[in-house]
């Protein structure tokens, strides 16, 4: 696994944080280099194998939306090259995985757009008929089309705490009323242009999330990533039936491997992924960016 990195290691700049995919240091006051790791995590367990390729196809994906979208709200996105803010033997490290972004003050929401009834939010519809207090019509399937996609906000918690769907009206109350209805106008706008897009593409955006942040002058940002394999649920349309969990374009094979395991109850450490299962991953996560962007990774 020659072209995998686990973790990055650049001394040149100080580390701020290591999350479960991405290494964050400070250049200067201002901006952020975000270096996107192969590191994957499943049921909130990092796995102890690097998935290779992923951190490229990430940070390619990401950038494509970025640059799509990029009218309908502001990003992270300075336009600098990563390699100008680290040292010469540290360009390998960050070349092709890594974002040198705008340093902003994060809204502690996860704005999670749903078009489609799976995952949390079927769990919720079948206990109430309702999707974080969104009342849905009766009746309807698992991985069903919505009448119309919903936002449904959650908690961004922090040390490691499992995010929580809330309603709208919790979101108004942590963040204020103006930032909410602006975040889920634009949420909402973001959701619609990838949707359209992808299913031309023969790509269904079952349900995603955005992060947003906010600069020194409170101008709203899309920041972190956006529409990856890691952010949001990408079905095949080909195969795409309602009553079923379609097969998706990311994790699903280590999930479903990891769901084989005995005894392993979910928390770390992880089990060992066998390299088949690593590879029919890799191979997943590169497929969704040939099918999004028209091509395979850029060298």
């Known amino acids: ?5 686990y973790e990055s290691q650049i001394h040149s700049l100080p580390l701020l944080s290591r999350g479960k995919v991405r290494d964050n240091y400070a250049v200067g006051e201002d901006r952020l280099l975000m270096v996107t790791s192969d590191r994957l995590s499943a049921f909130d367990v990092v796995m102890n194998e690097p998935i290779p390729d992923k951190g490229r196809v990430l940070t390619q994906m990401a ?45 502690p929401i996860e704005a999670v757009v749903r078009g489609y009834l799976i995952g949390s939010g079927w769990k919720d519809y079948q206990a109430s ?12 399937q698992l991985a069903q089309e919505l009448p119309e996609p919903i936002f449904t906000p959650a908690s961004k918690e922090q040390g490691g705490a499992h995010d929580e769907n809330i309603s709208f009206d919790e979101m108004v109350a942590r963040i204020g009323q103006p930032l909410a209805e602006q975040i889920r ?19 269904i955006i079952a349900d995603t999330k955005f992060e947003f942040g906010l600069d020194a002058g409170g101008t709203l940002h899309l920041m972190d990533e956006v529409l990856t394999a890691d952010s949001s649920r990408f079905w095949p349309a080909d195969t795409y039936r309602q009553g079923i969990s379609p097969p998706s374009f990311d994790k699903q094979f280590v999930r479903d491997y990891l769901e084989t395991v005995p005894g392993w109850d979910k928390k770390a450490p992880a089990p060992t992924l066998p390299p088949d299962v690593i590879e029919r991953t890799a191979e997943k996560y590169r497929e969704a960016l040939r099918r999004i962007t028209g091509h395979g990774l850029e060298e």
């Open 63 to 107: 950038l494509f939306w970025f640059r799509m979208l990029a009218d309908v709200v502001p990003n992270h996105l300075t336009g600098i090259a990563p390699e100008t803010a680290v040292e010469a033997d540290e360009v390998d490290q960050v070349k092709g995985r890594s974002m040198l972004v705008k340093r902003l003050t994060p809204v």
């Open 1 to 5: 696994m020659s072209n995998c990195q």
């Open 129 to 140: 008929g309702k999707v974080c207090g969104i009342a849905l019509p009766a009746g309807l």
């Open 185 to 203: 106008k634009v949420s909402l706008e973001l959701y619609a242009r990838a949707r359209d897009y992808a299913a031309r593409r023969g790509i």
